[in-house]
T-cell receptor, first 112, second 113 residues
Framework: NAGVTQTPKFQVLKTGQSMTLQCAQD?????MSWYRQDPGMGLRLIHY???????DQGEVPNGYNVSRSTTEDFPLRLLSAAPSQTSVYFC???????????FGPGTRLTVL | AQTVTQSQPEMSVQEAETVTLSCTYD???????LFWYKQPPSRQMILVIR??????QNATENRFSVNFQKAAKSFSLKISDSQLGDTAMYFC??????????FGTGTRLTVIP
């Protein structure tokens, strides 16, 4: 099993550009989520999904969109990047949100 | 509101010694879960240990154990026989629902040879 994969590993954007961070898991997990990690802070939940076709907002959803068309994939879209979105982004999956979450390797995003 | 506080930004321990990382939390929920995650320099987040709030028995995983004090809302992590591979950031986390997972700010642990 590859576990949770994320692409790209690094990305630099200019303010106003859009992009999609990809996340995929091969463990047949229903629960997937996106977090951002900023210096001096813990991870903060952006969006999550409890199954295909079902998504909801987390603690810091503004500026981000998600969709879940398949069990395996959970992309995160930045529609108009802002410098405040400079961060490291982690995708995670689990078979239940109370169980262990398996994290991807992260994407370091810089918005200039 | 839920909060998680890790009051020790950095700690160090000699190899083979024991170290305890502190975590306090606040929640009005009765049913919740607590976690310790490890983030080594590779940046990969790895679960260390998990505690269910309704279980009084402290969770243990090999060299890792917790001291869960529900009334005091305290959830400390003890690492015994510290190894160089334990060098990492350690995050305490509280989960009270599908969209309610809160992380502390982390403790950077360095194991000294």
């Amino acid at each position: 099993n590859a576990g949770v994969t994320q692409t790209p590993k690094f990305q630099v954007l200019k303010t106003g550009q859009s992009m999609t961070l990809q996340c995929a898991q091969d463990m047949n997990h229903e629960y997937m989520s996106w977090y951002r990690q900023d210096p001096g802070m813990g991870l903060r939940l952006i969006h999550y999904s409890v199954g295909a076709g079902i998504t909801d907002q987390g603690e810091v959803p503004n500026g981000y969109n998600v969709s879940r068309s398949t069990t395996e994939d959970f992309p995160l879209r930045l529609l108009s990047a802002a410098p405040s979105q400079t961060s490291v982004y982690f995708c995670a999956s689990s078979d239940d949100f109370y169980n262990e979450q398996f994290f991807g390797p992260g994407t370091r995003l810089t918005v200039l | 509101a839920q909060t998680v506080t890790q009051s020790q930004p950095e700690m160090s321990v000699q190899e083979a010694e024991t170290v305890t990382l502190s975590c306090t939390y606040d929640t009005s929920e009765n049913n919740y879960y607590l976690f310790w995650y490890k983030q080594p320099p590779s940046r990969q987040m790895i679960l260390v240990i998990r505690q269910e709030a309704y279980k009084q028995q402290n969770a243990t995983e090999n060299r890792f154990s917790v001291n869960f004090q529900k009334a005091a809302k305290s959830f400390s992590l003890k690492i015994s026989d510290s190894q160089l591979g334990d060098t990492a950031m350690y995050f305490c986390a509280l989960q009270t629902g599908a969209n309610n997972l809160f992380f502390g700010t982390g403790t950077r642990l360095t194991v000294i040879p």
